[in-house]
């Protein structure tokens, strides 16, 4: 063979040979991480639904991977998104609130994208994610621009159609010199008050009115928390009824489909979409009803709280569905290692989730209520069971749990497996709670005061405290 022929196949083979080593969605130049406030896993179709209210999520989990069995780490917007991009539990960084601060210290997603020399946008819709928060560390820029109010209460808040609408700008402006582009973004939607476009449609209501308990009228609360009776700032007018509030809920989310699918379709007119990582999931869920807790989140740890839909697609990569636990906080490491092609960091938690044979490997997912209890609740799933204690004074209360069944206590019948679950969460609890403190930065308690003023404070406790000075 000649020399000259010979050195072109050769240098023919190492490029074939190195093509075939790039991980899937390595040569991805965008890189979507989608998530969304307070969205039950059980509403969509992916899920199990068939409320036919997310058609455009579906048909993005047809081509994801669809994690059944995917846990926010609390039921708190702030402390479930610091998770997400900075590869840490909560209380490993002091963000145990909304009224928290994200440290300095904590380097985040954003930061590892900029160092890799990708543009970084963010566009945000709730308060408690404001860039004093601490979350806007790496971002080129970071929209957390809020035009509106909430319904029934002067919270800011970014709705919908206007959320669509600047993440289309932030992606243009992200991919305009043709570089490799993260754009995360947040959507408020369904969060409450329910006050979506157009109200319910009367088939929604039909179908809550025929619910056992759909005709049954709450009682309007005198705080934020949800047990007993509609939360202050969910009551709309005299609205009493127990399905009206369930078929808004359900109309926001049909509402935040059509938006999500109309991103998607503009991420598709400029050609990015076939070629991009789309992660896709939420921050928490929200109780209907459930343990009679209504129309709120952040006091327990239930499926409905905490459980959340997860999607993954990467190009290259083949669709299914994961019965495996994962948290969010797997999506640091997931993320990194699809689109930087960068391993696990020995010294932050998760795993990576797309990794060869991580399906088959023994997955957990922590849990807590943080401040948002009065007293406090933290949690464990691991395997095909979910272990959920309350503590106080040192006194453990715990429930064992079937996952995805937590209406029978398991306790009693398999003790051997519930005193396992102890001892995980446990070891759990003394490797994550590093910072006993709350994080809340140098500006934070005027922040704190205005939280209270809203009625948007998570910690009854701190209200009575506040109160009584």
């Known amino acids: 063979m000649r020399p000259m022929l010979r050195a072109a196949l050769w240098l023919l083979l190492c490029c074939a040979a190195l093509f075939a080593c790039q991980p899937p969605g390595s040569e991805s130049r965008l890189l979507l991480l989608l998530s969304v406030d307070t969205l039950r896993a059980d509403r969509l179709g992916a899920y199990g639904s068939d ?17 059944a069995a995917a846990y926010a780490p609390s039921s708190h917007t702030l402390p479930s998104m610091t998770t997400v991009l900075t590869g840490r539990y909560p209380e490993e960084v002091g963000v145990w609130s909304n009224e928290a601060v994200v440290p300095e210290t904590v380097s985040t997603l954003a930061e590892a994208f900029q160092a890799a020399g990708w543009h ?73 008050p329910y006050t979506p476009p157009g109200g319910a449609p009367a088939e929604y209501l039909r179908r809550e009115r025929a619910a056992a308990d759909g005709r049954r009228r709450l009682p309007a609360m005198q705080s934020n928390f949800g047990s007993g009776g509609i939360p202050d700032y969910q009551v709309l007018g005299e609205e009493r009824e127990v399905a009206v509030y369930r078929a808004l809920y359900d109309a926001e989310i049909a509402y935040l489909d059509r938006e999500l699918g109309r991103l998607l379709d503009g991420i598709e007119d400029r050609g990015l979409l076939s070629g991009a990582i789309l992660v896709f999931t939420a921050d928490h869920g929200e109780a209907l009803g459930e343990g009679d807790y209504w129309f709120s ?12 839909p997860l999607l993954i697609r990467v190009p290259g990569t083949p669709s299914g569905r994961r019965d495996d636990v994962a948290s969010l906080v797997d999506l640091y490491p997931t993320i990194l290692a699809v689109a930087l092609g960068r391993s696990p960091d020995p010294d932050r938690s998760g795993r990576s989730l797309l990794a060869s044979g991580a399906a088959e490997l023994a997955s957990t ?30 006194i453990w209360h715990g429930r064992l749990l079937q996952r995805d069944d937590e209406s029978v206590d398991l306790t009693a019948p398999a003790p051997h497996i519930a005193a396992r679950m ?24 005027d922040e704190r005061r205005q939280l209270r003023s809203l009625g948007y404070a998570d910690d009854p406790r701190l209200e009575a405290e506040a109160d009584a000075r």
């Open 120 to 192: 970084t946008r963010a566009v945000v819709s709730n308060w408690v994610l404001r860039r004093a928060a601490g979350l806007h560390r790496g971002f080129d820029h970071y929209d957390d621009a809020l035009p509106r109010q909430e319904a029934t209460r002067p919270v800011p808040e970014r709705v919908g159609a206007d959320t669509t609408d600047a993440a289309l700008a932030a992606l243009d402006a992200c991919t305009a010199d043709g570089d490799r582009c993260f754009l995360w973004v947040h959507y408020q939607d369904p969060h409450g």
């Open 51 to 67: 409320r036919g209210l997310t058609p455009r999520i579906d048909a993005l989990a047809r081509d994801s991977q669809v994690f």
């Open 422 to 445: 102890r001892v995980r969460l446990e070891q759990l609890m003394h490797r994550y709670q590093k910072v006993q403190t709350e994080n809340l930065g140098p500006t934070a308690e």
């Open 297 to 308: 989140h952040g006091e327990y740890l239930t499926d409905p709280l905490v459980r959340v």
């Open 365 to 394: 997912a922590y849990l807590a209520a943080l401040r948002g209890a009065d007293t406090g609740r933290y949690g464990v799933v691991e395997g095909q069971f979910k272990y959920l204690v309350t503590r106080s004074d040192d």
